[in-house]
T-cell receptor
Framework: GNSVTQMEGPVTLSEEAFLTINCTYT??????LFWYVQYPGEGLQLLLK?????DKGSNKGFEATYRKETTSFHLEKGSVQVSDSAVYFC?????????????FGSGTRLLVRP | NAGVTQTPKFRILKIGQSMTLQCTQD?????MYWYRQDPGMGLKLIYY???????DKGEVPNGYNVSRSTTEDFPLRLELAAPSQTSVYFC????????????????FGQGTRLTVV
């Protein structure tokens, strides 16, 4: 079936450290891929997306590249800040029957310490 | 810009009670979704809708019902509340995007925290 697998958290880093959060997917067809972020007490909001193979999504210093050969969409940031502490969700949109479904991974909590 | 509005924000129910979680969006989006998020877990799709009059089950539909009589509203109904339904519920919407591929940004409400005791 269609699914998204993320690395388990929490991920704890010091400020200015390099961040990688792994995400792999299983899907029939050619999904669009997303990273969403959830700050404490809030709903999810889009961080970045990529709609086809080799596309790179980027926003607020975060990047992720759609790798079809490895079915991955790993999130990276060169230098994290305390304000980046949140839960990060990898997601895909896939066509199922006559409509499209948005499917999320389990989320990875990031804690950045000063 | 209201976006996606969920009510109520918090609710405590007794086992066996029923309630409706309201969700309204003012962006004229075709797609709407209901997810639940259990503590420390990801989001699980309960129901979704691709337009007024059309609804379909997600991963965990048991114990819930939905309707979509208008583009704007997508209420979620719990008929007989059970402790297993204690969770945070999120409503989301997005437009179908170019070519109807559904690969557009989803907008989320602030969530409804439900406790069943």
């Amino acid at each position: 079936g269609n699914s998204v697998t993320q690395m388990e958290g929490p991920v704890t880093l010091s400020e200015e450290a390099f961040l990688t959060i792994n995400c792999t997917y299983t899907a029939t067809g050619y999904p669009s891929l997303f990273w969403y972020v959830q700050y404490p007490g809030e709903g999810l909001q889009l961080l970045l997306k990529a709609t086809k193979a080799d596309d790179k999504g980027s926003n607020k210093g975060f990047e992720a590249t759609y790798r079809k050969e490895t079915t991955s969409f790993h999130l990276e940031k060169g230098s994290v800040q305390v304000s980046d502490s949140a839960v990060y969700f990898c997601a895909l949109v896939i066509r199922m029957d006559s409509s499209y479904k948005l499917i999320f991974g389990s989320g990875t909590r990031l804690l950045v310490r000063p | 810009n209201a976006g996606v509005t969920q009510t109520p924000k918090f609710r405590i129910l007794k086992i066996g009670q029923s309630m409706t979680l309201q969700c309204t969006q003012d962006m004229n989006h075709n797609y709407m979704y209901w997810y639940r998020q259990d503590p420390g877990m990801g989001l699980k799709l309960i129901y979704y809708s691709v337009g007024a009059g059309i609804t379909d089950k997600g991963e965990v539909p048991n114990g819930y019902n939905v309707s979509r009589s208008t583009t704007e509203d997508f209420p979620l109904r719990l008929e007989l509340a059970a402790p297993s339904q204690t969770s945070v519920y999120f409503c989301a919407s997005n437009p179908p995007g170019w070519g109807g591929r559904g690969n557009t940004e989803a907008f989320f409400g602030q969530g409804t925290r439900l406790t069943v005791v």
